[in-house]
T-cell receptor
Framework: DTGVSQNPRHKITKRGQNVTFRCDPI?????LYWYRQTLGQGPEFLTY????????KSRLLSDRFSAERPKGSFSTLEIQRTEQGDSAMYLC???FGAGGHNEQFFGPGTRLTVL | AQSVTQLDSQVPVFEEAPVELRCNYS??????LFWYVQYPNQGLQLLLK??????LVKGINGFEAEFNKSQTSFHLRKPSVHISDTAEYFC???????????FGAGTRLTVKP
């Protein structure tokens, strides 16, 4: 297995445009997490899925953000009407099992730049 | 409120010297604690974690961390660093009854020859 993959690796967009990112977790992992990381900060939790169910969303996830994991495998994160403040690295992580004690395996991230 | 505080944003150190990266956490509930490392242009990798039991936890690449409940700390140590240890290190905590992992701002460790 090649680990968690994310596409695209880089995205440059103009303010007001919509963008969508994809995350492919490790195949047997049932949990998938999304984080946002800005320069000089650690990752900030956005949301997570247990299989196809979205179980928790951070208050950071405004109504312009939506995440899906339709078949419990890959996940997409869409940002509508992007703003300059959305510029960040978006990280995906996956793990197997339930509970926060399990190791999360991170992808390389998608770097979003909003002009 | 900041849940995880990494006390040093940058730590420069010479090769083969010991290093300590400091982490303090705040939580009203019991937590699991983690250290992750991010090498340049790579995803975060788990170094070690504290779940319960012995307060001294050993991880990969010769790193270890000690959980101190009274001081709410989880400092990371290595007795002798290598150039290849140059990376960003993140301390993180997860509530035992929850799933939202919170990270500190990171400590950039730079090992100089």
């Amino acid at each position: 297995d090649t680990g968690v993959s994310q596409n695209p690796r880089h995205k440059i967009t103009k303010r007001g445009q919509n963008v969508t990112f994809r995350c492919d977790p490790i195949s047997e992992h049932n949990r998938l997490y999304w984080y946002r990381q800005t320069l000089g900060q650690g990752p900030e939790f956005l949301t997570y899925f247990q299989n196809e169910a979205q179980l928790e969303k951070s208050r950071l996830l405004s109504d312009r953000f939506s995440a899906e994991r339709p078949k419990g495998s890959f996940s997409t994160l869409e940002i509508q009407r992007t703003e300059q403040g959305d510029s960040a690295m978006y990280l995906c992580a996956s793990t197997f099992g339930a509970g926060g004690h399990n190791e999360q395996f991170f992808g390389p991230g998608t770097r979003l730049t909003v002009l | 409120a900041q849940s995880v505080t990494q006390l040093d944003s940058q730590v420069p150190v010479f090769e083969e010297a010991p290093v300590e990266l400091r982490c303090n956490y705040s939580s009203s509930v019991s937590v699991y604690l983690f250290w992750y490392v991010q090498y340049p242009n790579q995803g975060l990798q788990l170094l070690l974690k504290y779940l319960s039991g012995s307060t001294l936890v050993k991880g990969i690449n010769g790193f270890e961390a000690e959980f101190n409940k009274s001081q709410t700390s989880f400092h990371l140590r290595k007795p002798s660093v290598h150039i290849s240890d140059t990376a960003e290190y993140f301390c993180a905590r997860v509530p035992r009854a929850g799933n939202d992992m919170r990270f500190g701002a990171g400590t950039r460790l730079t090992v100089k020859p």
